[in-house]
């Protein structure tokens, strides 16, 4: 639905620390920090219980050094139990990320994080996005660089625990023609979880969402993104806020087609959950064609209904 193609970074095990549709390459990111920082004390119920940037960006370098130092234990500790990564459709859980962070071939030779940018979702969920500047090969092959980091974090007792992670290389549309990167050993398609019910519920709320952007519904989309919620498109691009998602997302796009299948859902915290999915629509937005995606959705509950508070898309 809402996002272009971009490309997902092939070699994920840069953890944590490391055209489909209206998710247009318009963000400015110079003015993004602020509305971000923004976003941050308004989204919360409390800004003050929300965890501070730099203590957030101090977990992803711990992340980072124990992924270059292949120490995969670190992660028993640093994950939530329902931990999961998102990596051209296919899924890592907690124990399979330890795996192969443990069992990683790839180089590090250098890596730096800038322009951390922190949305609370609620006082115990947050989102944390920043570009990454990499060195780094897998392989012998090198990783993409730069990318956009995007992290979910838990609050379980007094620790803040990795839910969710994903990686989207920063690319110009016009001139993004890198192949799909293949999915890693170990990895598995998204499929229906224990939770079937709530995967269904999320998914019509999802399916809600791509039809208003099909018929450009601003009205319907303001009803099924949250206040306060941020978006990473398909090149890379960070939409910081809800307006500048909803009018990105409500750009003309003649679509004749659109499927939506391979959904998983997630609860993370209560009230919280993440919606995994293939989406795949015909049409073009512009001259560019609309392209498939695989998409996360965090939602969160607001009363009786499940509204979008974060987004991020990958190139099916």
Not at 4 to 18: D, R
Not at 74 to 97: A, C, H, I
Not at 180 to 206: D, H, I, M, W, Y
């Amino acid at each position: 639905m809402r996002r272009k193609t971009g490309f997902l970074l092939a070699a994920i095990v840069a953890l944590l620390g490391a055209c489909a549709a209206p998710n247009q390459p318009t963000t400015n990111t110079a003015s993004s920090n602020a509305n971000a920082n923004t976003n941050a004390s308004s989204n919360a119920t409390s800004s003050t219980t929300a965890p501070s940037k730099d203590m957030l960006a101090g977990l992803e370098k711990q992340a980072f050094e124990a992924w270059k130092n292949k120490d995969g234990k670190f992660f028993d500790g640093f994950l939530s139990q329902n931990f999961m990564m998102l990596e051209g459709g296919q899924t890592l859980d907690k124990v399979k990320t330890a795996e192969m962070i443990g069992a990683s071939t790839c180089e590090v030779k250098s890596y730096s994080m800038s322009d951390e940018q922190v949305t609370p979702v609620t006082p115990d969920v947050v989102v944390i996005t920043m570009k990454l500047t990499l060195d780094v090969t897998c392989d012998g092959k090198p990783m993409p660089s730069p990318v956009t980091s995007a992290s979910v974090y838990v609050k379980q007792g007094n620790d803040w625990k990795g839910a969710f992670h994903s990686e989207v290389p920063i690319v110009d549309p016009k001139n993004s023609t890198a192949s799909v990167p293949k999915p890693p050993a170990g990895s598995t398609k998204p499929q229906p979880g224990p939770n079937s019910e709530l995967t269904a519920k999320l998914l019509e709320r999802e399916k809600m969402g791509w039809d208003a952007w099909r018929n450009h519904d601003q009205a319907k989309l303001n009803d099924f993104v949250a206040d306060g919620a941020y978006a990473v498109g398909m090149f890379g691009e960070r939409m910081p806020n809800k307006a500048e998602i909803v009018k990105n997302w409500s750009e003309p796009c003649d679509v004749k087609s659109l499927t939506l299948d391979n959904e998983h859902a997630v609860e993370i915290a209560p009230g919280v959950a993440l919606l995994f999915y293939k989406g795949t629509a015909a049409g073009k937005c512009g001259e560019m064609d609309i392209k498939p995606e695989w998409a996360a959705t965090l939602y969160t509950k607001q009363g009786d209904t499940w509204r979008g508070a974060f987004f991020l898309a990958s190139p099916a």
